[in-house]
């Protein structure tokens, strides 16, 4: 079967809610010798925009996308023993999750799987996440990197909550966003340091914000945690 083929056939299963499928082709991927992010990228993290497509056009709907979702993970399972993992003493700490009135985290696992596999320290806060929690957890690991999601447009403008909680905190953590209603402009006009349009994105933005610049470590102060509170009531062919 040939690279192309595999990849297709990753995102179509996705889209036909298929786990057994999905986990079927992600081996045959593996014996073909098909780089596994790229097939992660390019096959499942493909068949899930589209299943967005379809629920956006009301096409599709909650229990669907759950399906697809568990389809996806599927295939991630199958794939993440054979992705590499970036070796280094220094592994760079990433608080991670979406922000406070937002529930959808497929776009946030994904992102953080391939963090993890580029050698990042994840450490995931889930889904709904207060603004204070961001804060308190960058403080309390000396984070060097916060990513906020969201997939709403009634939650994007707590991302610059957090950025400027962040600083009033004295945390120096930098900032990467992202999530379907976010643009670089946006990015940009809130204050964040890094805006990703997907997963394989992402990690290039991360990389890239540590290469030539050292994040300074968090300046402690007696009132960092819980500073919101109070405003919170490679072969192509296989044969």
Request: proline fraction near 3%.
């Amino acid at each position: 079967m040939e690279k192309s083929d595999i990849l297709h056939e990753l995102s179509q299963a996705v889209i036909d809610m298929d786990a057994a499928r999905v986990s079927k082709i992600a081996a045959e991927a593996i014996r073909c010798k098909v780089d596994p992010y790229e097939a992660i990228v390019d096959g499942l993290a493909k068949g899930m925009d589209k299943v967005n497509e379809l629920f956006e056009n009301e096409e599709y709907f909650v229990p669907e996308i759950l399906l697809c979702a568990d389809a996806m993970y599927a295939g991630i399972e199958a794939l993440k023993p054979y992705l590499s993992k970036d070796a280094g003493r220094n592994k760079k700490k990433v608080v991670i999750g979406v922000v406070k009135g937002d529930t959808h985290d497929i776009g946030k696992n994904l992102v953080k799987i391939m963090l993890d596999n580029a050698g990042f320290e994840m450490h995931d806060l889930g889904r709904n996440v207060p603004y204070s929690k961001f804060v308190d957890a960058a403080g309390e690991l000396n984070a060097d990197l916060v990513c906020l999601s969201t997939l709403m447009t009634t939650t994007m403008d707590g991302m610059q909550v957090v950025i400027e909680d962040l600083k009033k905190a004295g945390i120096l953590s930098r900032v990467m966003v992202g999530g379907g209603p976010i643009s670089p402009g946006f990015a940009r006009n809130i204050g964040a340091d890094g805006y990703a349009k997907n997963a394989a994105e992402a990690v290039k933005v991360a990389k890239g914000l540590f290469q030539t610049i050292q994040i300074p470590r968090t300046i402690r102060t007696p009132d960092f945690v819980s500073v919101r509170k109070t405003r919170e009531g490679h072969d192509e062919l296989c044969r």
